[in-house]
């Protein structure tokens, strides 16, 4: 049973930064896809990062919305995925979503993700 648990939201000003985790357990998986999506209220849950693993490489790719504000990477002995976002904006406000796809794709589409973790809140305030 894999079990995604994320952490790190919060309220921050707009401007400041704030590091989410994912820790994943449980599974077996050598190459595997984990992405980050938000959904802000009466929206639907859109892409924000990912990162391809494969043992020890991990490819990044990134919203357009996010690119060079927002970092993923991952700790590989943990098993562990963050995402550092700085210059961060009130339109970045959202429950954040950490997501497993046992696929070693790129996919942006939420419906190919079979796991995900709980949400975290982050609200960015003017």
């Known amino acids: 049973q894999v079990q995604l648990v994320e952490s790190g939201g919060g309220l921050v000003q707009a401007g400041g930064s704030l590091t989410l985790s994912c820790a994943a357990s449980?599974?077996?998986?050598?190459?595997?896809?984990m992405g980050w999506f938000r959904q802000a209220p009466g929206k639907e849950r859109e892409f924000v990062a990912l990162?391809?693993?494969?043992?020890?490489?991990?490819?990044?790719y990134y919203a357009d919305s996010v690119k060079g504000r927002f970092t993923i990477s991952r700790e590989h002995d943990k098993r562990t995925v963050y995402l550092q976002m700085n210059s961060l904006k009130p339109e970045d406000t959202a429950l954040y979503y950490c997501?497993?796809?046992?696929?070693?794709?790129?996919?942006?589409?939420?419906?190919?993700?079979?796991?995900w973790g709980q949400g975290t809140q982050v609200t960015v305030s003017l």
């Open positions: 997501g497993l796809d046992s696929a070693y794709d790129a996919s942006i589409r939420p419906r190919d993700y079979e796991y």
């Open positions: 449980g599974g077996t998986f050598n190459k595997y896809t």
């Open positions: 990162i391809r693993i494969n043992w020890n490489s991990g490819i990044t």
